[in-house]
């Protein structure tokens, strides 16, 4: 059993050092601060359902004020 350990020992040591170096392994602190990254990046990027839906209000009021000058200036 020990002739196997020392034969894959640095294998296993290389193994180890390439996922550290390629850091496939985050400490929770990292993935905490990555994570308000995009939090960040959402919020900024995207709107909320209840702002698109005020808005959409808002283009619909002014379709009908339009469509009523419309009518006014036709008629």
Do not use: C, S
């Not at 009021?61 to 009518?71: E, L, N």
């Amino acid at each position: 059993m020990d002739e196997r350990l020392i034969e894959y020992a640095p294998i296993a040591i290389l193994l180890l050092g390439y996922l550290w170096q390629y850091r496939i392994f985050v400490t929770p602190e990292q993935l905490e601060r990555k994570h308000r990254e995009i939090l960040e990046d959402v919020d900024n990027k995207y709107t909320t359902k209840t702002e698109a839906r005020n808005l959409e209000e808002k283009l619909d009021d002014m379709q009908k004020k339009i469509d009523m000058i419309y009518d006014k200036l036709i008629g």
